[in-house]
C-alpha cells in the first residue's frame, strides 16, 4: 500500500506542476492572462495538498517555478509574484489548518500573512511597474504618493477575502480530488 500511495503522490504532483507550469507561462506571453495563470497554478498546486502531500506540493511549486523560469526565456520579472507569494501562500494555509489549533494563534498568524502579501506586493509594484511603462500614466503620481497607504490598507483588506477565499477553494479542491481517488 506504500507504493501505491507514494505513486499517486508523485502522479498528483506532476499533474500540479505541469498544469501551473503552463498556466504560468501562457500568463507569461499574454499579459491580460497574467492573473489568471496566477490563480490556476494557485488551484493546480492545491491539488498534492488536499492529500496531505507537503513534500509534492514543494516539489511542484519550485517545479512549475523552474519550468514556466526556462519558458518564458529565463525571465523571472513576471514570475516574481508567483514565486513570492501566491505559490506558497496553498501550502502555508494547509500548514495554518494542520498544525494551528488554538484560536487566539490565528490572529497573529493572519498578521504575518498579509505583512507577507503586502510585502509582496509591494516588491511587485517596484518590479513591474517600470516593466509595465506605469511611470507615464496621469494617475502615478497619486497613486505614488500614497502607495504605503493602499497597500496596507486596501491590501491587508483585499488579503482577507483572498485568504478566506483560498481557504474555501481548497475544502473544494479536497472533495473533488476524493472523487478521483475512490
Partial sequence: MKKNKRSFEIALSA??????SVSLTVGSYVDVLLASGYLVAVFALMVPLSQEFIWGDALAFLGAGLLAFLFCGFSVIKLLPFLA??????????????????????LPVFLAKAAWFDGAMLLAWFVLLPLLGGAEHTWYPYVEQYLYLIVFLGGTVLFAVYD???FLCQKSVNRIVARIRR
Avoid at 499533474?15 to 501551473?20: D, F, R, W
Avoid at 501566491?86 to 494551528?100: D, S
Fill in 85 to 106: 507569494f501566491f505559490g506558497l501562500h496553498p501550502l502555508v494555509n494547509f500548514l495554518q489548518k494542520k498544525y494551528v489549533k488554538k484560536k487566539w494563534v490565528h
Fill in 15 to 20: 499533474i500540479a506542476c505541469a498544469v501551473a
Fill in 164 to 166: 478566506y477565499m483560498i
